[in-house]
């Protein structure tokens, strides 16, 4: 008997049949018992048809990583048995549709030709018949089981029960049906599901009362027909208040107690989701009881939305835009604009994989260069790069205070995976951040002054006012300009105005706290050392502790301030090391190349991934030990996940 109360669930299917759905509600009923949740979605760039899966990783404990190994694999259509089949481990189970079972698995329409070649390989190599059965058959002499489940026939009794005849307009239900499967299945408590299924449809009364019905019409027929499946999922008492959250609303959530009231967007994957989440919750109530309310701006393109962010965060708002790889390479004229004109622009940049159109609903880590890089010329911009969901939310707030502070556009660098991950936390203290403007004169400070927007300072910080500020004329340009802003070529002026800008950089690496700038897990005197930002944070971090209760003693760095880097922290932690291994999800090792730039020491190994998909506590572990045991070569490449 499985008694730990942990389990990883995956749910998967064609795009557009309701796979998020499912898994949010498993999530949220989870959630409701007292369980921490992570999750990991993928989907397709098309609309609807092609396949997509969602992880759920559920224990006791917090979680903040995904794993290989599938306990309970819930498949929409056969595509999903035959992509995943391999990744559910012995005494897990896999649930399928029952019309499914003779479906010959080379005639499934939508398994593009690369993928078919795959499947021959591996039906002769295992001796593996034609039909889905025949893969199913060859999963339980694994010790696989398997739940097959008349759809068809569960859709009539609900359609009977509804006075709906037609069963194409409640065939979506399937879904659910399979959140039903797996509760009776894991013998996890009705109530809470029914709850979560609820809560999810909770604008749409008739349709929440129609979904739950499916669920309980699915747990009765699981519970009577099926009875040796041995995992487990079991409510806890807790007295905390918890959130289940994507990044992506972490990141608008933390815009909002950010001071945030100006959002600008053109839609693009997977940016759109937090600029659509700020859309719905535009109207807000502050503690005093009034409404404030942020203005999200659809803009024409790209062009469009940074210029409009830096427009209104002259005018005195704390703007940001938000957006992907090929929208970020549109923005680059207006980046350099607000570079110039020292503009407190925020910009959060979600990585996906490229380059051109690429992947564009897949991972990566591939933009980090063009992010520290871009632009025509020099000028200064801070890139902070959050690892976890909780980082993105108090980061989504603090890039302001670093935008308003040193007067620079910032990007808040984040990826694919964390926009779609979704995970159980307690609930965020705000009070852990202020609000902090910097150097911002009013009407009052100018009296019977001359207002030199960008005077030369000692620490090339300009006291800045507001647009429509009295007594506070200045102009802007996208030429070099005196400290009236006047267009100005004079080599003189040139050189101490770009010198103004660029100064602020040593600034932030000397200001920012080093908690900000690096965090350190694990064992950081061992001889070995990981270095990572972004994403692979959490499978770093479950990957450490592995390895040391197999007795393996191994630090990790994670660099979270990435430009300006801060150089002689990293300096000082890496030197004397025997092994430093560089884990990114990009080809080149793109961190490792700048820290050896910056402080002439190299990654000894490097652990990548570009696959599209992000990487796994599993693959994480295995190439770690690998490496600590001399098994591996210097660049070690991950390739798991469909």
């Known amino acids: 008997m499985v008694t730990d109360n942990s389990i990883n669930w995956m749910a998967g299917g064609p795009q557009g049949s309701g796979v998020d759905t499912a898994a949010n509600i498993f999530g949220k009923a989870c959630g409701y018992g007292g369980l921490y949740v992570f999750g990991r979605r993928e989907y397709h760039s098309n609309i609807k048809g092609l396949h997509s899966y969602f992880h759920l990783r559920v224990s006791p404990k917090q979680i903040i990583a995904n794993i290989n190994d599938v306990n309970l694999l819930a498949a929409f259509d056969a595509e999903t048995v035959v992509r995943h089949i391999n990744e559910v481990v012995p005494e897990g189970g896999i649930i399928v549709g029952a019309k499914d079972m003779n479906t010959k698995v080379l005639e499934v329409p939508t398994f593009p030709p690369e993928y ?334 001359e207002y030199k927007r960008f005077r030369f300072t000692e620490i090339g910080i300009s006291p800045r006012v507001v647009l429509g500020t009295k007594n506070g004329v200045h102009w802007y340009t996208g030429d070099e300009h005196n400290e009236l802003g006047h267009i100005s070529e004079e080599p003189f002026n040139r050189r101490r105005m770009v010198e103004k800008r660029m100064m602020k950089l040593a600034l932030v690496a000397k200001e920012m706290p080093s908690e900000d700038k690096l965090k350190f897990y694990g064992d950081i005197h061992s001889e070995n050392m990981v270095v990572s930002w972004g994403s692979p944070k959490g499978a770093i971090i479950e990957s450490l502790e592995l390895l040391k209760q197999e007795g393996f003693s191994l630090g990790f760095m994670q660099v979270r301030l990435l430009h300006p880097l801060p150089a002689e922290e990293v300096k000082k932690a890496l030197e004397g090391k025997k092994r430093i291994i560089d884990v990114e999800d990009n080809y080149a090792g793109q961190l490792g190349g700048i820290i050896k730039e910056a402080t002439g020491i190299a990654p000894t190994h490097y652990v990548l991934k570009y696959t599209g998909r992000p990487v796994t506590t599993t693959e994480v572990h295995e190439a770690l030990k690998a490496i600590l045991t001399g098994k591996t070569f210097e660049r070690e490449v991950l390739t798991f996940g469909a």
């Open 116 to 449: 078919k070649e795959e499947i021959k390989r591996i039906m002769q190599e295992q001796s593996i018949g034609e039909t889905l059965n025949d893969w199913l058959n060859h999963a339980k002499r694994r010790n696989v089981n398997v739940f097959p489940v008349p759809y068809m026939d569960l859709l009539n009794q609900i359609g009977e029960k509804l006075g709906i005849p037609q069963i194409s307009k409640i065939a979506r239900m399937i879904n659910v049906l399979t959140v039903g499967v797996s509760f009776a299945l894991l013998k996890y408590d009705r109530n809470l599901a029914e709850k979560a299924v609820k809560t999810t449809f909770a604008e749409k009364g008739q349709i929440a009362e129609m979904n739950a019905l499916a669920l309980n019409t699915a747990y009765d027929y699981a519970e009577q027909t099926f009875k040796d499946f041995k995992h487990r999922l079991t409510k806890l008492d807790i007295n905390e208040e918890r959130l289940f959250l994507t990044g992506n609303q972490a990141v608008a959530m933390g815009k909002v107690l950010g001071g945030c009231r100006v959002q600008t967007y053109y839609p693009i994957t997977p940016a759109a989701d937090e600029s659509e989440y700020l859309e719905a919750h535009q109207v807000m109530k502050t503690n005093t009881g009034e409404n404030e309310a942020i203005v999200v701006i659809q803009t024409e393109d790209e062009i469009a939305a940074v210029n409009s962010a830096s427009g209104a965060a002259l005018a005195g708002a704390r703007a940001a835009t938000s957006t992907s790889g090929p929208g970020f390479s549109l923005m680059v004229e207006g980046l350099s604009w607000a570079g110039n004109s020292e503009v407190p622009l925020v910009i959060t940049y979600y990585q996906r994989g490229a380059p051109a159109t690429g992947l564009p609903t897949r991972h990566g880590q591939g933009d980090l260069r063009f992010a520290m890089h871009a632009g025509h010329g020099e000028f200064p911009r801070i890139i902070l790069a959050s690892g976890d969901i909780q980082e993105c939310f108090y980061d989504a707030a603090k890039v302001f205070n670093l935008a308003e502070k040193y007067q620079m556009p910032v990007i808040h660098l984040l990826d694919k995976a964390m926009a779609n991950c979704s995970q159980t936390y307690p609930v965020f203290d705000y009070g852990k951040f202020k609000i902090e403007r910097g150097d911002l004169l009013t009407e009052k400070d100018l009296e019977g002054k």
